[in-house]
């Protein structure tokens, strides 16, 4: 192998059975990929426990070789990997980091749904500075919505009002 030529790797979605979300990420973990299985903290019976975020659903970077995709998807517990015919499909490292700094940095994420059509925003300050994602209100109160475009989820924090701006206009 050229030691200069460099792979791309690339985020996939990959669709796991019902509740082997970590089993699969173990065994990916294991096979030296980079996978990742974002979680949530939410109320089950009057306790708090982590579950993730996109049910039945995990992230591993890997290359688009076919050697490599059989090899994620020879993984016990792996339904599919997400894709357009027969091409996976990245999910972009964007939507991926934005996520993971919602998840470390934002107090009480909260899994939302689906992503509801709004204004596209930006937060101005605070330790989810320059994050982009989708503008929602919920009575009175202001969230800004992040997530994989691909799966139609995402976590929604709330923020406020003044910390954040339309995308494309610069105050």
Not at 17 to 39: C, H, I, M, Q, T
Request: proline share 5%; hydrophobic share 40%.
């Amino acid at each position: 192998m050229d030691t200069n030529a460099q792979v791309l790797l690339n985020w996939f979605a990959i669709q796991t059975r019902s509740n082997f979300e970590d089993r699969v990420l173990g065994d990916l973990l294991n096979k030296g990929f980079d996978a990742y299985l974002p979680k949530v903290k939410v109320e089950a019976s009057g306790t708090q426990a982590l579950r993730p975020l996109f049910r039945g659903y995990l992230f591993v970077k890997c290359g688009k070789e076919a050697e490599e995709r059989v090899s994620v998807l020879r993984t016990t517990g792996i339904v599919k990997m997400l894709s357009s015919g027969t091409q996976p499909v990245p999910v972009p490292e964007n939507e991926i980091e934005n996520v993971r700094t919602f998840l470390n940095l934002a107090s009480g994420c909260q899994p939302h749904p689906h992503m509801i059509p709004g204004s596209r925003v930006r937060i101005r300050r605070g330790p989810l500075k320059n994050i982009e994602g989708t503008l929602l209100r919920n009575k009175n109160r202001v969230h800004v919505v992040v997530g994989i475009s691909m799966l139609s989820g995402g976590v929604s924090a709330e923020v406020e009002w003044n910390d954040i701006e339309l995308v494309g206009n610069r105050n």
